[in-house]
């Protein structure tokens, strides 16, 4: 374990990735009278649809958090730190890119909806944060970790607050990062709080990896405190707001699913810690490595990126349920296979960038 690559990390990933693809193309192409949520097998698969972004989110804080602290070990973290500001607008770029309509553009239509913020500049920006903080925080890893365990509590108990703001007095550029008036899909709040949790986690592996019987208590940990922030959180959040009479307590309580969506991550992240051993095929391992081009094939295939043709418009909101679980089975296959054998990694371009940034 001391020196050895944390396999569940990539088994958790890729097992994200694929609940996004199936869970994509399942939403955008189900016909609509296929959608009751009072059916149990759409209520259930609508319910662990809906913890696929909180993983995806917190397995990137962690894993990127992890790696930069191991290179603090060889005294490469300044070399670590570089990558992550240059990863981190790299993914914003791409985010936007992905966005952009260019047959509208060509044909003289324009509208500001390509600004809208997804889940790439979202993980982009909350990198750059880290980075940020770590360097703030003078490369102390105690104070860090307890600014991001903070943050994470914060972002989460505060949300009430922010909930339905808007900025509309800045640019729409800067107000998509905050607000989901304009049609973004994540912001960086309360998102941030799941990276900044997953960071926090990797401090802890770092701190305590190398201890005996490490894996054990950290299995049990994930497990114990899921299910308490899945059953309990509401009821602990009730009974601060009676000791304190805070009434930002009982409103995060009346609308905690950002909570019991971390408890929903903790559970993923103790079954497949347990038993990566049983799970690190090589093929699963390379679908976790591989999750920015997979992420970038599937987005242009279903939503017609750049030509602004895709599944959603060829297909619509037609398949029946059974049509829907076939597709989603081949669509996944297809989108692998293009990720594994004809697309190259971000190599190059990461080149160019790191060099750029360097200069």
Not at 243 to 249: H, R
Request: overall charge positive; charged content about 15%; some cysteine.
């Amino acid at each position: 374990m001391n020196s050895k690559r944390l396999y569940f990390i990539d088994i958790i990933r890729a097992f994200a990735i694929l609940m996004m693809l199936q869970g994509h193309f399942i939403n955008t192409l189900l016909a609509d009278s296929y959608k009751d949520i009072n059916a149990i097998p759409y209520s259930v698969w609508s319910y662990f649809r809906g913890i696929t972004a909180p993983t995806f989110f917190t397995i990137s804080g962690l894993i990127f958090t992890y790696l930069l602290l191991k290179a603090k070990e060889k005294g490469q973290d300044k070399l670590r730190m570089r990558k992550g500001i240059v990863r981190g607008f790299f993914l914003i770029g791409v985010g936007y890119l992905l966005r952009i309509p260019f047959l509208s553009w060509f044909s003289g239509y324009f509208n500001s909806y390509f600004l809208v913020i997804d889940v790439l500049q979202c993980i982009g920006l909350s990198l750059i944060i880290i980075v940020v903080i770590y360097y703030l925080c003078a490369k102390r890893i105690l104070l860090f970790s307890f600014i991001l365990l903070a943050l994470g509590f914060l972002i989460f108990l505060s949300e009430p607050l922010y909930r339905t703001i808007s900025f509309d007095s800045l640019p729409a550029l800067l107000n998509n990062y905050l607000s989901k008036s304009n049609g973004s899909i994540f912001t960086i709040t309360p998102w941030f709080g799941y990276i900044a949790f997953g960071a926090y986690i990797a401090t802890l592996f770092h701190k305590y990896a190398k201890r005996t019987n490490f894996k054990k208590i950290t299995v049990l940990s994930f497990f114990i405190l899921g299910w308490v922030l899945i059953i309990c959180s509401s009821d602990i959040l009730i009974l601060l707001h009676r000791i304190s009479n805070i009434q930002l307590f009982i409103d995060a309580a009346n609308y905690n699913y950002l909570f019991t969506r971390l408890g929903n991550v903790l559970l993923y992240f103790s079954f497949f810690y347990a038993f990566e051993n049983y799970l690190k095929f090589p093929l699963i391992l390379k679908i976790g490595q591989k999750t920015l081009s997979i992420y970038v094939i599937h987005f242009t295939i279903i939503y017609g990126s750049f030509f602004g043709i895709g599944l959603n418009r060829i297909i619509g909101k037609t398949l029946t349920p059974g049509q829907a679980i076939f597709g989603a089975l081949l669509f996944i296959t297809i989108v692998c296979f293009i990720s594994f054998h004809y697309v190259k990694t971000n190599a190059f371009l990461y080149k160019h960038l790191r060099s750029i940034f360097k200069k």
